[in-house]
T-cell receptor, first 117, second 114 residues
Framework: AQSVTQLGSHVSVSEGALVLLRCNYS??????LFWYVQYPNQGLQLLLK??????LVKGINGFEAEFKKSETSFHLTKPSAHMSDAAEYFC???????????????FGKGTLLTVNP | EPEVTQTPSHQVTQMGQEVILRCVPI?????FYWYRQILGQKVEFLVS????????KSEIFDDQFSVERPDGSNFTLKIRSTKLEDSAMYFC????????????FGDGTRLSIL
């Protein structure tokens, strides 16, 4: 079974400050990892993904995340927060074991990011 | 950029009534999913669908739920007899066949059961 833990249900930063949203996962097989963003009254938009290869992945809007297998982490960062980054962020894991090709997503509880002027 | 579209955006239904939530996945995608998010809780997997059959379902997806792909474009979720606890945001998602491709989500349908 797989699971995702997002530390901090609410993170508040100042505009221009570093954004760090934490995600730890549990998976019995090598995972695929995703970060999605949800703006108010909208669906889930993919920010970035890790499947294989380079462990530092870059996404849209200046976000990036690093897969650290030894720490079972996939933290999301952005060097300088912008007001438009205020949203809820979800970390998700899917597995690709040979028993099935379903690749369903298991989500964390989400982290609400607020950006103060 | 192609999008997953869901209708309606908000559905209000009396308890015990049937409801059908509709989704149009991205046209070249072959895997389809339904997830739900109860207010204040995490997004939960309900069911996945491939090649005209359910490939996996969660324990939430009991006999009251069903999915269908009635034509070449629509993917529906039916709740036969709604309960108060079915009130949630329901998201449809689709992806290409290759496993490392991400799922693309619609904007969701907010289902309110009275």
């Amino acid at each position: 079974a797989q699971s995702v833990t997002q530390l901090g249900s609410h993170v508040s930063v100042s505009e221009g400050a570093l954004v760090l949203l934490r995600c730890n996962y549990s998976s019995s097989v090598p995972p695929y990892l995703f970060w999605y963003v949800q703006y108010p009254n909208q669906g889930l938009q993919l920010l970035l993904k890790y499947t294989t290869g380079a462990t530092l992945v870059k996404g849209i809007n200046g976000f990036e995340a690093e897969f650290k297998k030894s720490e079972t982490s996939f933290h999301l960062t952005k060097p300088s927060a912008h007001m438009s980054d205020a949203a809820e962020y979800f970390c998700a894991v899917s597995t690709h074991n040979s028993g099935g090709s379903n690749y369903k997503l298991t989500f964390g509880k989400g982290t609400l990011l607020t950006v103060n002027p | 950029e192609p999008e997953v579209t869901q209708t309606p955006s908000h559905q209000v239904t009396q308890m015990g009534q049937e409801v059908i939530l509709r989704c149009v996945p991205i046209s070249n995608h072959l895997y389809f999913y339904w997830y739900r998010q109860i207010l204040g809780q995490k997004v939960e997997f309900l069911v996945s669908f491939y090649n005209n059959e359910i490939s996996e379902k969660s324990e939430i997806f009991d006999d009251q739920f069903s999915v269908e792909r009635p034509d070449g474009s629509n993917f529906t979720l039916k709740i036969r007899s709604t309960k108060l606890e079915d009130s949630a945001m329901y998201f449809c998602a689709s992806r290409q066949v290759t496993g490392n491709q991400p799922q693309h989500f619609g904007d969701g349908t907010r289902l309110s059961i009275l």
